[in-house]
């Protein structure tokens, strides 16, 4: 087995790691929410119209 698989393969492995730890600590986040209650007083949204597509961003109101 050539240098160069033998470390394709350990990034490989690596690689996969990461992902793994970085999916489990997503999951974990979302399942420690804290659910609350809230009313919606006021709506607005502003749309920019461009060559790319229309871009639709909620307005903050204060």
Same mark, same amino acid.
């Given at each position: 087995?050539?240098?160069? =698989? $033998?470390?394709?393969?350990?990034?490989?492995?690596?690689? $996969?790691?990461? &992902?793994?730890?970085?999916?489990? /600590?997503? !999951? !974990? /986040?979302? =399942?420690?929410?804290? !659910?609350?209650? &809230?009313?919606?007083?006021?709506?607005?949204?502003?749309?920019? =119209? /461009?060559? @790319?597509?229309? @871009?639709?961003?909620?307005?903050? $109101?204060?």
């Amino acid at each position: 087995m050539s240098k160069l =698989s $033998l470390m394709s393969i350990i990034l490989g492995i690596v690689l $996969l790691g990461v &992902a793994g730890y970085m999916g489990y /600590s997503q !999951q !974990q /986040s979302l =399942s420690s929410g804290v !659910q609350i209650e &809230a009313t919606v007083e006021s709506k607005e949204v502003t749309m920019d =119209s /461009s060559k @790319r597509g229309d @871009r639709y961003t909620p307005a903050m $109101l204060s």
